[in-house]
């Protein structure tokens, strides 16, 4: 076999044929279409190894294109009795603006610098601070291993208060960047330390509270957010405790340029046109008018704020940069910036439901825009069915997931609901302990039922 595996179109293949140090042209997926390993990823010992302990013996192999949505028209059946709302829904919708924006398909160079920028375009160009070497032991070492254990209530409240006071204390960092003030190092510090905090007691939490946002307090909240499931994605790629803190101030700070843009081009209430969006690429560059020595954050931080909206295809911006230009840790936080932006409800449209969401990020690292490694840690995160996602699984059974499994993303831990009333006692099933069982689709949109702010009490 060559070094790059052949085009195989659709047909099975066996897990026998793939060769370590292979490059894959083409994605492929298990017997579920669930997807194992991105095209352009190397096959790695570990990776044959996973598929061998989880009794995998053949693949597919497929040509780059959109995930079949088998689990969207499983979801639309089990929610036949809404169908007549949806189509109420439809005939009232409005149509599309004939100004939508279409030019951030392709990504777009911005022709805004400064002194700061500048810098950075340079050391991108040669490759300085690009890379990733370990500061320290593994930050997921320290992380508290639940199991199955239910959320605990304390904790609940507590992480959510946490989280307030974060987006209380960006929301202040925000405003003094804005007015002219220097960027309060000490207060991202104080933002981080506690999310870390967190993370080391309840991972699951942590991201939980990360992937169900609102679009209040923006960009504070947003940014918050972003940065909690991207330290809590960080944490499974086994980075130390000083990286995750870079991942964070960088995901923290990247949008507080949207609070310099120009109104008159710019309508956050509206939907983004071409001359809009050429509004926002000024964004990343405008973080850096703010900030007046890049000395003042550490460097991974900047080049993340910088380049948490380039994509590994070159159809990002401020600079259209590609894979091979993109630091490791913007990678991952572009992964989580764009979760949680589909996660969160805009004036012109409503949330995406967590597990469509993944479904769109799974389509677009097909398309190049994503980097595998970030796509695995995502799920490995929060599951291909993300918490709080309620399911029904193949013995007919429906539950609400509630922790997920690591590396086996399609199999997280669920608690079992009978009815649609939350069971005083359910019963807790680990989907990797029950191999005969498999999530079937995911069911009852959670903005219907309000499921999930239920699940973390109104938090």
Known sequence: MSSTIANKGSKSLSVAELRVGSTLRQSI???????????????TTQFLEKLKSRGIKTVQMRPEKKIKNTRQEAALKASNKKSTNNKETKKTAKPKSKNKVTSFKNGQVCPLRNNKTIQLDREISSSQHLGLPPQGPAFSDECTKRGTEKFDKENIQKFA???????????????????????????????????????????????????NPNSDEYPARHSTLTSMLAIAMGAQLKLDRKTLTELSIGCLIHDVGMLKLDNRHYDPDKEITDSAWSEITRHPILVFEMIENLDRIPRHSALIAYQMHERCNGKGYPRRLTSEQIHPLSKI?????????????????????????????????????????????????????????????????????????????????????PTEEEPENPEVVDLLELPHIIVDSPIAPLDELNRNEEFLMEC
Do not use: H
């Not at 006071?165 to 007015?179: H, P």
């Not at 104080?190 to 870390?196: E, G, I, K, P």
């Open 29 to 43: 997926f298990d017997d579920r279409e669930v997807l194992l390993l991105a095209a352009g990823s190397e096959i």
């Open 161 to 211: 208060a946490n989280r307030q006071k974060a987006i209380f204390q960006m929301n202040t960092v925000f405003e003094e960047m804005v007015t002219g003030n220097d960027v309060n190092t000490k207060a991202l510090t104080a933002v981080t330390d506690s999310a870390l905090d967190d993370l080391k007691n309840d991972p699951d939490l942590l991201a939980c509270l990360g992937i």
């Open 333 to 417: 936080a572009s992964v989580a910036d764009a979760f949680v932006a589909l996660c969160s409800p805009r004036p012109f449209r409503k949330a995406v439901q967590p597990y469509k969401a993944v479904e769109i990020l799974l389509s677009s690292a097909q398309d190049g825009y994503y980097d595998p490694s970030a796509i695995r840690a995502l799920l490995n995160t929060v599951s291909l069915f993300p918490v709080g996602s309620f399911v029904l699984l193949s013995d007919g059974r429906t539950g609400r997931v509630i922790r997920a499994n690591g590396a086996s993303f399609d199999r997280p831990i669920i608690e079992i609901w």
